[in-house]
């Protein structure tokens, strides 16, 4: 965007925009939390007296540098909250994924940042997004070390194409069974209509923190995509109620629970020969039928197993060795 209008966005969004928690940090230092920057884009704040039963909040937004509506709603949630420091009912990390990629306006500088959370990186490891998944990796595992067992982790995102279920979730399949129930009655309060349960990691930061940290996490997408300032926030207002609730400590019910949909199938580009039958333009949702064809990848032939399947996230344009698309099931 340009300076001129950058200029003109209210001072909370700017500053999270910029990485700049100056001002919040110091309302919550002064309320006595103990505050840490440890790297840019990311504070976390932790109450003075370490407690188990607290639990502890990792919010992550701007993975994707060009998806601004959440860091728009995280900037007034977190203002909001600093002005009254002391309704502050977890230990909270904040982290502002791809801050270089939003500076210039960009999904990313050179690859998805939200494929680096992995062992094995491959090709990918040499890009500026590895460099900013380790920095996230270790201030993740400082923020949770220690911490109790009741752990979350929201990545709120938005969607680049339609979708039949404009608000909808990643759940890691992993996660302890209580945890998990706790966290999707809490996403069907924050508006999203459908679940999706993942069973395999294709290296997000939410199934990261679900696997090694034991975290409640999820890839949240809470609507349509946006440019920073002239966000429809309406569209997040369910969310940004039920986020407000949830680190105020306040007991919360209510909402409609999500649709649940289990994940039928992975589709991995295998080889640059990938042909995908539909673009990338295709809904979310989008349902297809028995034996239709969904790729083709040199002799691997992908088609439909079951009577329906879903289409969520098509893209026959990222890398060899990486996901083009999820089919999912209906489980209810
Ligand atoms: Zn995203």
Redesign the pocket.
């Known amino acids: 965007m340009s300076a001129a209008s950058f200029n003109t966005l209210p001072e909370a969004v700017r500053a999270l925009a910029r990485a700049d928690f100056g001002e919040v940090a110091a309302r919550f230092e002064q309320a006595g939390f103990r505050v840490r920057l440890p790297a840019k884009g990311i504070l976390s704040v932790k109450s003075a007296v370490s407690d188990a039963a607290r639990a502890s909040v990792l919010l992550s937004v701007g993975?994707?540098g060009d998806?601004t509506g959440p860091i728009e709603m995280a900037a007034y949630a977190l203002d909001a909250l600093s002005r009254t420091p002391d309704a502050l009912a977890v230990d909270l990390m904040l982290c502002v994924g791809s801050v270089d990629a939003i500076a210039v306006g960009k999904r990313f500088i050179d690859a998805d940042l939200?494929r680096m959370f992995r062992l094995q990186r491959g090709d990918l490891a040499g890009t500026f997004e590895a460099g900013r998944a380790d920095t996230i990796i270790a201030a993740t595992r400082d923020f949770f070390e220690g911490t109790g067992p009741r752990r979350w982790h929201l990545d709120l995102?938005?969607a680049i194409r339609g979708s039949r279920y404009p608000k909808f979730a990643i759940v890691p399949q992993l996660i302890a069974e209580e945890a998990r129930t706790e966290l999707i009655a809490w996403l069907g309060l924050a508006g999203i209509e459908a679940v999706i349960m993942n069973p395999a990691s294709a290296g997000t930061y939410s199934y990261w923190s679900a696997e090694q940290h034991g975290g409640a996490a999820s890839t949240v997408e809470l609507g349509r995509i946006g440019t920073l300032g002239q966000n429809d926030l309406s569209q997040f207002s369910e969310a940004a109620d039920a986020l407000a609730g949830l680190l105020r400590g306040v007991p919360q019910s209510g909402g409609k629970a999500p649709l649940v949909f289990d994940t039928a199938q992975s589709i991995t580009k295998l080889s640059d020969g990938f042909r995908m039958s539909f673009g990338r333009e295709t809904e979310n949702f989008t349902p297809l039928k028995k034996g239709d064809v969904i790729a083709t990848d040199g002799a691997t032939v992908y088609t439909v197993q079951h009577d329906e399947e879903y289409v969520v996230f098509p893209n026959p344009d990222v890398r060899v060795g990486l996901r083009a698309g999820i089919m999912v099931v209906r489980v209810d």
């Open positions: 993975v994707h998806e939200n995102h938005t």
